[in-house]
């Protein structure tokens, strides 16, 4: 069984996650952790979880200072599952956000594994001072700012000794929207709509009538168009034409954007149906199904815990995932797989009317969890259980494949 310092053992995202999914009261918790950190400045693990529950009471700005407090005292932290009896996985971690990093605690959650999270420094020249562990995973999702950690990262990892999940860091930094475009372009039995990233300069052409096709000839009205390093839909936006563009461009201080074809995926029902699918060494795994009358589908805002029929939609597709979706869309799954070449990532996908999966978004740190009401959903927690189970197996091969190496 691993041991945890005291200063290094948090709560971690898991469960102070649970408990504010599920409404209970925080201000106990914010209380303890604050009462903590004034009694002792230095508890970097009280500030580390503060640093969690901030951000999720809504307060990025003060969990941003919180976690840098945290940091600057150690940049590793632990959190235990279960009993602690099974292997101990280190995730190499960059300071952010929910959406900076692989949520590898959710993935942990009903195992025995140790969670060490290790962050890496941006100036660091060595992973000499990784914490013990049985195996690891780089955790950094694609992103603007990441871009200098893991090019980093991709000259430090050919030292690390043996294999490491997703230790690819050129891979992950390639899954820009515009990069996941192009590199899924032609694969059979797939749409990605191709992807351009434009500043303002090259926009305000357009917006004052310039044809798209100065851009990119598979451009055509109406648009998607969304702030670089977006997500979530923050600043998503369907434009119709060059009117609306300038518009857009008057409203906003945004300095660059990704433009995109808009797809129609409306079902029979007229409904958007949008589904988040994660591949575990190369395996398709179901995360949720949200069904919405508006084409920005997002789970939180599409009625799914007040609408039965659309729960209904969605236990279907989970039930029959196996033998419907992942079938239907087997090889689109397997070439998918080849590009990417990655041991863990997710996308967030459709099918067209003529049967192909339309592709939003591919990435590392989509969330994955089981936090949603069994009451509600009871069909989640056994497909989760799945994927969490096979999660942790791949962990386990891996740390049993070092322990035989070495």
């Known amino acids: 069984m691993a041991e945890i310092p005291p200063e290094a053992r948090i709560l971690g995202l898991s469960r102070i996650a649970h408990q504010a999914y599920a409404g209970a009261e925080l201000q106990p918790l914010f209380d303890t952790l604050s009462a903590r950190v004034t009694a002792d400045p230095r508890d970097a693990a009280a500030l580390f979880d503060l640093a969690t529950l901030l951000h999720i009471a809504g307060n990025p700005e003060g969990a941003a200072q919180a976690r840098a407090a945290a940091l600057q005292l150690r940049r590793s932290f632990a959190v235990r599952h279960g009993d602690?009896?099974?292997?101990?996985?280190?995730?190499?971690?960059?300071?952010?956000?929910?959406?900076?990093?692989?949520?590898?605690?959710?993935?942990?959650?009903?195992?025995?594994?140790?969670?060490?999270?290790?962050?890496?420094?941006?100036?660091?020249?060595?992973?000499?001072?990784?914490?013990?562990?049985?195996?690891?995973?780089?955790?950094?999702?694609?992103?603007?700012?990441?871009?200098?950690?893991?090019?980093?990262?991709?000259?430090?990892?050919?030292?690390?000794?043996?294999?490491?999940?997703?230790?690819?860091?050129?891979?992950?930094?390639?899954?820009?929207?515009?990069?996941?475009a192009a590199m899924l372009a032609d694969l059979p039995g797939v749409l990605c709509p191709p992807t351009v990233r434009a500043g303002r300069d090259a926009l305000a052409p357009i917006a004052a009538g310039a044809p798209l096709s100065g851009l990119h000839p598979g451009l055509t009205w109406p648009l998607v168009v969304r702030p670089l390093g977006s997500h979530a839909g923050a600043g998503l936006e369907k434009i119709l034409d060059a009117l609306h563009l300038a518009d857009l461009l008057a409203e906003t201080e945004t300095a660059a954007f990704f433009l995109a074809p808009f797809v129609d995926y409306r079902g029979r029902d007229g409904?958007?149906?949008?589904?988040?699918?994660?591949?575990?060494?190369?395996?398709?795994?179901?995360?949720?199904?949200?069904?919405?009358?508006?084409?920005?589908?997002?789970?939180?805002?599409?009625?799914?815990?007040?609408?039965?029929?659309?729960?209904?939609?969605?236990?279907?597709?989970?039930?029959?995932?196996?033998?419907?979706?992942?079938?239907?869309?087997?090889?689109?799954?397997?070439?998918?797989?080849?590009?990417?070449?990655?041991?863990?990532?997710?996308?967030?996908?459709?099918?067209?009317?003529?049967?192909?999966?339309?592709?939003?978004?591919?990435?590392?740190?989509?969330?994955?969890?089981?936090?949603?009401?069994?009451?509600?959903?009871?069909?989640?927690?056994?497909?989760?259980?799945?994927?969490?189970?096979?999660?942790?197996?791949?962990?386990?091969?891996?740390?049993?494949?070092?322990r035989t190496t070495a």
């Not at 660091?124 to 049985?134: G, I, M, S, V």
């Not at 409904?271 to 995360?287: E, M």
């Not at 989970?318 to 863990?344: K, N, P």
């Not at 089981?370 to 197996?393: C, E, G, T």
């Open 84 to 180: 602690g009896s099974g292997p101990c996985l280190l995730a190499l971690m960059t300071p952010g956000d929910f959406m900076a990093n692989t949520p590898v605690d959710f993935l942990l959650e009903g195992s025995n594994v140790t969670l060490w999270l290790h962050h890496v420094d941006p100036v660091a020249e060595t992973l000499a001072d990784l914490p013990p562990h049985d195996a690891a995973i780089l955790a950094i999702g694609e992103a603007p700012g990441h871009r200098e950690i893991l090019a980093r990262l991709e000259r430090l990892l050919p030292d690390y000794p043996g294999r490491m999940l997703n230790g690819a860091p050129a891979r992950i930094a390639a899954l820009t929207r515009d990069g996941v």
């Open 271 to 402: 409904l958007f149906a949008k589904a988040r699918v994660v591949l575990i060494d190369g395996k398709p795994y179901p995360s949720h199904y949200a069904l919405s009358s508006d084409w920005i589908v997002h789970y939180l805002s599409a009625g799914m815990a007040e609408e039965p029929a659309k729960r209904a939609a969605e236990q279907a597709w989970f039930e029959s995932f196996d033998d419907g979706f992942a079938r239907r869309h087997a090889a689109a799954f397997a070439a998918m797989q080849e590009r990417i070449g990655l041991d863990y990532w997710g996308l967030d996908c459709a099918e067209t009317t003529d049967g192909r999966l339309l592709v939003f978004e591919v990435d590392t740190a989509l969330i994955v969890h089981d936090m949603d009401d069994p009451q509600v959903f009871p069909y989640k927690p056994p497909a989760m259980r799945r994927l969490f189970q096979d999660f942790v197996s791949l962990v386990a091969t891996l740390s049993s494949d070092r």
